[in-house]
Nanobody, 124 residues
């Protein structure tokens, strides 16, 4: 059974860094595109970054470009989201999602399997 487990969230001060991990089990990660999405309280869930199955294409939302980086290690079955220079606006629950072919738009409706998320809070 396909399972995604996020970890690495926590409380961090503005300007700090976190690295989120999305660990995959029950399926061959190298066949799947992975996306990171987030949802802040009272707001709709939004795309943060996506990576195609072999890592040859990545897309980062404009609000995080230059601060966040998505990467993957298919051998270890983990996808990372490195988050630097965090801002209070980055606060939210971060989810990873998987799909065999999500396209190139990092659209959440194209992802069929989701983890339960990890909380990120940026506050002084």
């Amino acid at each position: 059974q396909l399972q995604l487990v996020e970890s690495g969230g926590g409380l961090v001060q503005p300007g700090g860094s976190l690295r989120l991990s999305c660990e995959a089990s029950g399926f061959s990660l190298e066949r799947y595109d992975i996306g990171w999405f987030r949802q802040a309280p009272g707001k709709a869930r939004e795309g943060v970054a996506c990576i195609r199955n072999n890592g040859d294409f990545t897309l980062h939302a404009g609000s995080v470009k230059g601060r966040f980086t998505i990467s993957r290690d298919n051998a270890r079955k983990i996808v990372y989201l490195q988050m630097n220079n965090l801002e209070p606006e980055d606060t939210g629950r971060y989810y990873c999602a998987a799909d065999l072919d999500s396209g190139y738009a990092c659209a959440q409706e194209q992802f069929s399997s989701w983890g339960l998320g990890t909380q990120v809070t940026v506050s002084s």
